[in-house]
């Protein structure tokens, strides 16, 4: 910061680019600035006089503790801005892209991608107060104006396309139920050979049975765990044993290991080779796991004998709603609760009426 003739000044050493046929500057700065000279619009200002989205206060919390819990390994990209003033940019040498970038300290800057990274960066600094060293790169564009930075909102975002979640989960290393679907995927029988890791559909005509994020979800639904939650060893290990043993017990899942059956034929005509059936039996997995072995492999080995194939009436309502399949909440329910009645495990009176409420709509 400067007192200059005009007033003080935010001095960045900055890279002068070219966009359109207008300039732009590329510049970092420390995250304990962040809070005090970047705004965003007021949520009580009419949609069409902001140029921004109205901040979701709810994204904040976990956005900030991605900051606290990982102080030494978290990466933020850049904020992108516009600035209300003129800004002054002096070149380090003539020519040079590379200089000093002022702007008067009177000046709006506003937010036009990255509102949510400030908020959170706010409220990590108060329980992390030794993040306000680190810096984080900033966009700097000229507001030419509303329109224009409504324009810019809508630019920026407009070609944004979030990962699938196969794909996501595939990269994330911090998330242990993405590690365990890993694991499970490069190791464990029916998974291994067959996991889609980048899309979240499979096609038709594909070789692959799961995706990596429905294996995922279904091993959160076996180990009883909620998004946010870890494992420990001990359950991932109890988690990837119970498929391998379901897999001991699945013929439809051994004749596609040994190549008797393709991937396409099986997804064509049973539920087993489906999310939703994967989901299904992770529901009742949670359960078995609470069995003595030797009757949860009693179970297990009855849930081998079930006829998975689509045209069976013991279905319809369930995993398929008029001759399709469905991958509602709902539909896992019922479909696990039926595989527990085929195998005749205990049904709770809560189950059965929720099992009443879901059929009677």
């Known amino acids: 910061m400067t007192n200059t003739d005009s007033g003080f000044s935010y001095n960045f050493t900055a890279v002068r680019g070219q966009q359109a046929q207008k300039p732009f500057y590329i510049t970092t700065c420390p995250l304990r600035l962040i809070p005090k000279i970047f705004m965003y619009d007021e949520e009580d200002v009419p949609v069409e006089l902001r140029a921004q989205r109205t901040l979701n206060k709810s994204r904040i919390p976990e956005i900030a ?14 904020i ?4 209300s003033q003129a800004v002054t940019f002096t070149e380090h040498l003539p020519g040079s ?3 000093t970038l ?11 991608d990255g509102q949510h990274r400030r908020a959170a960066i706010e409220e990590a600094l108060k329980e992390r107060p030794e993040l306000s060293q680190d810096n984080i790169a900033v966009l700097f564009f000229i507001d030419e104006g509303l329109a224009r930075s409504q324009q810019l909102f809508a630019d920026l975002n407009k070609y944004a396309v979030r990962p699938s979640p ?5 990269y994330d290393h911090r998330d242990q139920a993405s590690e365990l679907a890993r694991y499970l995927a490069f190791n464990c029988k029916p998974f291994k050979g067959y996991t889609e890791f980048e899309s979240s559909s499979i096609p038709i005509k594909s070789s692959k049975l799961f995706t990596l994020s429905s294996i995922k979800q279904a091993s ?4 009883g765990k909620s998004a946010k939650d870890g494992f420990s060893e001990a359950e991932k290990n109890a988690v990837a044993e119970f498929w391998t043993q379901l ?3 699945i013929p439809e899942w051994q004749q596609l290991q040994n190549k008797q059956i393709s991937a396409t034929e099986l997804r064509r005509d049973s539920i087993i080779a489906h999310g939703i059936g994967l989901q299904s039996l992770a529901m009742v997995g949670k359960e078995l796991l609470c069995y003595p072995d030797a009757e949860k492999r009693d179970k297990l080995a009855a849930i081998g004998q079930l006829d998975w194939s689509k045209s069976n009436p013991i279905w319809a309502n369930r995993a398929m709603q008029h001759g399709r399949l469905s991958k509602a909440l709902s539909n896992i329910f019922l479909t696990a609760l039926q595989i527990k009645r085929e195998v005749n495990m205990n049904i709770s009176e809560q189950e059965l009426a929720r099992e009443k409420e879901y059929l009677g709509k």
């Open 166 to 170: 196969s794909l996501a989960t595939m």
């Open 80 to 83: 992108t801005a516009s600035v």
């Open 97 to 99: 892209n590379i200089g």
């Open 102 to 112: 002022s702007i008067p300290m009177e000046a709006q800057i506003l937010i036009n």
């Open 220 to 223: 959160r639904i076996v180990g």
């Open 65 to 78: 503790k991605y900051l606290i819990d990982g102080p030494t390994d978290y990466v933020f990209s850049a």
């Open 247 to 249: 897999f001991d017990f």
